[in-house]
Structure formats: C-alpha cells, structure tokens
C-alpha cells in the first residue's frame, strides 16, 4: 500500500529564513497535493501538482514534484509568523481513489 | 456561503451512546469523504462516497455507518461509541473521485471535534 512520509514532523525556524519540507511517497502516483491546517482549523489546498517537473508558487511557498523520486518539496522563503501552521502532503497514486496523507509537518515561525 | 458544512461543531458523549454527525456541501461536487484525525494530527480516510455510491470504505468498525442520501450530503452514524473514537472528524469534496482526470482537489469542512466521555 502507498506511504507518505513527510520530514520533517516538526520545524522550528526564525522570521526571514528559507527552508524545505519534504515529501516521500513509495509507489507510482498521478496527483500531490499540499495542504495548511491552521491550529483547531480546518486543511486549506495550497498546491496540486500533476506532472513531473511540476512547480507552482504562492507568496512565499513553492512546491515542485519529482515523480521518478517520488519526492515532493514545499520551500519556504523568508518565512513569517503568519505561515506557521501544520503542512500535509497527499498522494493519490496511479489508477486509485483514496488519498493518502503524509504525518503533517509543524511549522513555527519565531518573530 | 460555507462550501462544506458540518453540524455539530462540537459532541460531547457518554460511551456507549450513538451519535451522528452531519455534512453538506453547496459546491455541486461528485464525491463526498469522511476523515478521522486523531489527536496526533493524523489524517486517514474512512468513506468516500461518489453520487450516492460508497467507493471508499475502510477498516473501520461496523459501528461506524455512512449514508449519503444525495450527492450533496454525507452524514456519518456512530453506534455504541468508545472512548477511542474521540478525534476530529472531517467531511471534504471533490469535483471528482480520485480516478478522473479532474484536480480533484478536496475542500474540507470545518471539522466536528468529538469527545467520548
């Protein structure tokens, strides 16, 4: 059955600097997605990516797809306190139905 | 407009009591899902409905019953509950149903936090 496996869980970085989430999955898949969830909220699209190379932008947020890796990256630039929140990737893999989501990342951003 | 909607909000119960939540959605999507996400914030699917017809339907418990009684609604029954299925439970939608070409990007409703006691 396909995993998703998102590092790191928890990420604890300073206002104005640029990081990376990651985003593994272990079978053939047609469709990633992100997800924010903000604390006691409900999950927010972000990001659907559909082909390999795929790279969409948003504010500060950029996620891209590698779907020989099977890996999917959010990057964060100049991070500020709004966008601290809990992050989810989703797969859907090949010729299935059911999404399944990644363990979520904690993002805290320090003013 | 509230795209997905859930009712209650919150559900505090005795073990033992049946409960059930209810979901809407004014978006005209096709399919329909029911989430369970635990306290450690993970997120598994349990139903997924697509035009009145269950496509998903995971290990969950017997307890547990879903009925769409059309494509814009799912509601979620829950017999004899345990204090195990505290967590929050949340309905999404989709355009389409995973399989399609579509994005079938999922718009989830606000959550029903439910506490079993």
């Known amino acids: 059955e396909l995993k998703v496996e998102q590092n790191p869980l928890f990420l604890s970085m300073q206002e104005g600097k640029n990081y990376t989430i990651y985003c593994n999955y272990s079978?053939?898949?047609?469709?990633l997605y992100w997800y924010r969830q903000d604390p006691g909220k409900s999950l927010e699209s972000l990001f659907v990516?559909?082909?390999?190379?795929a790279v969409k932008q948003e504010g500060r947020l950029m996620a891209s797809l590698d779907t020989k890796a099977r890996l999917s990256t959010l990057h964060i630039t100049a991070a500020v306190h709004d966008l601290s929140a809990t992050y989810f990737c989703?797969?859907?893999?090949?010729?299935?139905?059911?999404?399944?989501f990644g363990a979520g990342t904690r993002l805290f951003v320090k003013a | 407009d509230t795209a997905v909607s859930q009712t209650p909000k919150y559900l505090v119960t005795q073990m033992g009591n049946d409960k059930s939540i209810k979901c809407e959605q004014n978006?005209?999507?096709?399919?329909m899902y029911w989430y369970k996400q635990d306290s450690k914030k993970f997120l598994k699917i349990m139903f997924s409905?697509?035009?009145?017809?269950?496509?998903i339907n995971e290990t969950v418990p017997n307890r547990f019953s879903p009925k769409s009684p059309d494509k814009a609604h799912l509601n979620l029954h829950i017999n004899s509950l345990e204090l195990g299925d505290s967590a929050v439970y949340f309905c999404?939608?989709?355009?389409?149903?995973?399989?399609?070409?579509?994005?079938?990007?999922?718009?989830f409703g606000p959550g029903t936090r439910l506490t079993v006691l």
């Open positions: 409905y697509n035009n009145k017809e269950l496509i």
């Open positions: 989703a797969v859907i893999p090949t010729g299935g139905f059911k999404t399944i």
């Open positions: 978006l005209g999507h096709d399919t």
């Open positions: 999404a939608s989709s355009q389409g149903s995973g399989g399609s070409t579509s994005t079938d990007t999922q718009y």
């Open positions: 079978t053939t898949s047609d469709r």
């Open positions: 990516l559909l082909s390999n190379g």
